[in-house]
């Protein structure tokens, strides 16, 4: 089943709960507040959400309303994701949001506080793979934008053989690094996890090793390019991909 990765994120004044801006983005439409979840992608893998000096949030859709709006809990509070991050995550039961309407996250904090949302959109139920699972370290040269989306190309730390392959899991790390996700030539949709900002990181273990399905697939000399969400503007990511050789 296909998944894909959006995020919110903005910084704002104390108060009650405050929409939060959808983070401009290239693979699904967004308009201010709103994220317009995709007609083939009707429902919700999981969230997390992040606030500096955070509260209170809540997600939202007309969908979510005729029953009631999630309440977050729990969510992390700090500038970086935690070890673990505390995320909800409920591939094998998502969550109905309704095609084509607007996705919102709002939230609260106790003073000027700067909110990031990741939400993993998907198709219905996400089922893992088995198979001979391979994990490569890849580099990159990018220098990110901060609090944008920046995409930037991956250098492969070992030479695959010819052939085609699927990406069954993912790990990242950069200094202040929110999230990533790839970008797969000829796909639209895009796939991501939770960064870190340490090898000693611990990880979610949905994101890894085949158990959120395949992620999407390349051929050796085609490979995919990664988005990286970042606090501050740096350089210097690495990516860990979980492989399957399917050809």
Known sequence: MPFTLVAFLESQNAGTL???AGLADPHVRVSGDDIWIPAALPMMAGYYVII???TDARIE?????TLAPIDVCPF???TEPGSPPLA???QLSPKTLGPTEALNLKATGTAKFRTVGLIWLCDGPLAPVTGEIFTVECSTTLTTTALAWSNGALTFGQTLPSGRYAVVGMRAKSTTLLAARLVFPGYLWRPGCIGNDSDQDIERDEFRHG???VWG???HDVPPTVDFLTVSAESGAVVWLDLIKIA
């Not at 859709?61 to 309303?65: F, H, M």
């Open 61 to 65: 859709s007309p969908t979510l309303r």
């Open 211 to 213: 158990r959120l399905g």
């Open 88 to 90: 909800k995550l409920q």
């Open 18 to 20: 405050l929409n939060i």
């Open 52 to 54: 500096d000096a955070g």
């Open 76 to 78: 992390d509070v700090g």
């Open 217 to 219: 697939e390349f051929d």
